[in-house]
């Protein structure tokens, strides 16, 4: 069992930056792929970035590419998404999950684990 907690969400203006992290407990010493997605209002949960333990392949929507930015700390079982030039329909809950059975997951039942998620407003 992998406990997420992610911690970082607030309102932010258009254009603003805000940084997401995600704190991993449990049976952390397995080889996950960690992801993160986002629910908007009134939409579907859709994939945001996943990056793997390593740090070496990382993945991203390209709604998000050149703007948000997956990193992680396996030392301090850590992910972070850094998110910069934040618009608008950037506006979601952000969700942190854990995959444990596919290399390069990024459908939302390809994942685990999932924490309760953090609220990401931006305002125009």
């Known amino acids: 069992q992998v406990q997420l907690v992610e911690t970082g969400g607030g309102a932010v203006q258009a254009g603003g930056s805000l940084r997401l992290s995600c704190a991993a407990s449990?049976?952390?010493?397995?080889?996950?792929?960690m992801g993160w997605f986002r629910q908007p209002p009134g939409k579907e949960r859709e994939f945001v970035a996943r990056i793997s333990r390593n740090g070496a392949s990382k993945h991203y929507a390209d709604s998000v590419k050149g703007r948000f930015t997956i990193s992680n700390d396996n030392a301090k079982n850590m992910v972070f998404l850094q998110m910069n030039t934040l618009k608008p329909e950037d506006t979601a809950v952000y969700y942190c999950a854990a995959s444990g059975r596919y290399i390069f997951p990024t459908a939302q039942n390809e994942y685990d684990y999932w924490g309760q998620g953090t609220q990401v407003t931006v305002s125009s």
């Open positions: 449990g049976r952390t010493d397995s080889n996950y792929v």
